[in-house]
């Protein structure tokens, strides 16, 4: 009897023990919003640590220098002329250059116009105590890699849920009925944009009004091609949502409110935050050698700021300094309008080929962006062109013989720092 019982009570041990096996092994299945929200993470961090901070880090660029000239020769040889028709033509107030004359006119004769001559960056070079006699002017070119922008658009490519298209090659005048139907102009005008196609507001696939208490799931931004006179936007579904959650790079949602001017003086984010090298773009230093490689003059460029407008006939966007430096987008003309002209819009940073296209970052962050192409987060750029002035005195100016320009950590401050040696 003892060992039957025995026998019983390992039997009775061994069915609990398989009992409690069978139930501590239960089926559980992810369901697929948990697999799609765990690839967006992915995805989102890709796009912000692949793309975006290589981009802010100046690491992605390619950069040359055109013909340094002394600015008073320059101003001889690039004069502008005022007094024609400002119907016929996008120059600024009446005022043509050879470059704009020769975009629309299929003659030369830009000498025999009449007219009144003006000396390009003349007033903005007074306003700010510039020398022309004193000071050098050197043309910039800053582009992405070849290789990073086609991998760039392979992504946004592979990423959109919708893709608009525009292209801005042989624009109408911005005042012509026909403009008042062009789709770009439209889109992408300054003054209250309204987009058509199905990114836009009005445009079909994205609801025209987003309740304040509800985040869209829209996440608009585009990409500008200067080179192909184009621009493509991408709706990147989600990604407001992810970046807002993932925390480190939420600031993408409204760049504007880590590089421009607060509506009174309110903001999103906190100023540690706002502080942090990965929130900050990286500061452009120019130095200037002599013939034996010692530095003459160095200066650091902070590219964390929005733009001003320079106030003159012959400038556009861009940062001055008195007594320093003049850092001027470069339109391919001293007489186009920039935000009139060639791709239409304010350039709200200076220095990095990621901007905002539809809000002046000097009036305040006011607009809710990304949700519509409309207003979209920001843009990517392909190229910009830049126009450099810096004030020397006559020996260094004798002495430059090359110039080196590249990108070091980026400043919290609007501070700028000139080096003589």
């Known amino acids: 009897m003892k060992l039957l019982k025995s026998i019983t009570f390992l039997i009775s041990v061994l069915t609990c023990t398989l009992l409690s096996a069978q139930e501590a092994s239960k089926n559980f299945k992810i369901s697929e919003s948990e697999l799609v929200d765990k690839d967006l993470s992915s995805k989102v961090i890709t796009f912000a640590e692949d793309f975006i901070q290589p981009i802010m880090r100046g690491e992605v660029y390619d950069i040359s220098i055109g013909e340094i000239k002394v600015v008073s020769e320059y101003q001889k040889n690039n004069p502008i002329k005022c007094g024609f028709d400002v119907n016929l033509t996008f120059s600024r107030n009446g005022c043509h250059d050879r470059n704009s004359y020769y975009k629309w006119h299929d003659i030369d004769l830009f000498n025999e116009e009449p007219g009144t001559t003006f000396d390009p960056f003349n007033t903005v070079l007074n306003k700010y105590e510039i020398n022309p006699k004193k000071s050098l002017i050197v043309p910039i070119k800053i582009q992405l890699k070849k290789d990073f922008q086609k991998n760039l658009i392979n992504f946004l490519e592979a990423e959109t ?8 090659n042989n624009l109408p005048l911005l005042w012509d009925q026909e403009a008042f139907n062009n789709a770009y102009i439209r889109c992408m005008r300054t003054d209250v944009p309204r987009c058509k196609k199905s990114l836009g507001r009005y445009g079909g696939n994205l609801p025209n009004y987003i309740p304040e208490e509800v985040s869209p799931d829209s996440f608009v931004i585009n990409f500008t091609n200067r080179k192909l006179e184009e621009v493509t936007f991408y709706n990147l579904k989600n990604y407001r949502q992810e970046l807002l959650k993932t925390r480190k790079h939420r600031f993408l949602t409204n760049l504007c409110d880590v590089s421009g001017e607060k509506v009174g003086n309110l903001s999103l984010f906190s100023t540690s935050y706002r502080s ?9 230093v120019v130095t200037f050698f002599d013939s034996d490689d010692n530095e003459i003059h160095r200066i650091i460029i902070n590219t964390q700021q ?18 320093n ?6 339109y391919g003309s001293n007489a186009l309008k920039g ?26 962050c006011l607009n809710p962006v990304g949700v519509w192409a409309d207003y979209p987060a920001f843009s990517l750029v392909s190229n910009y062109e830049y126009n450099l002035i810096v004030e020397l005195n006559e020996k260094l100016i004798q002495q430059v013989s090359s110039v080196d320009i590249k990108y070091v950590t980026g400043s919290a401050s609007t501070d700028v720092m000139a080096i003589h040696r």
């Open 339 to 364: 935000k009139k002209s060639e791709d239409l819009g304010y350039r709200a940073m200076i220095g990095h080929l990621m901007t905002d296209t539809r809000r002046d970052f000097n009036r305040g």
């Open 306 to 323: 929005p733009t001003d407008s320079l106030g003159s006939t012959g400038s556009t966007y861009g940062i001055a300094y008195k007594n």
């Open 276 to 284: 942090q090298d990965h929130v900050r773009l990286n500061d452009i």
């Open 325 to 330: 430096f003049i850092f001027a987008y470069d």
């Open 161 to 168: 849920n919708g893709m608009d298209y525009y292209s801005y």
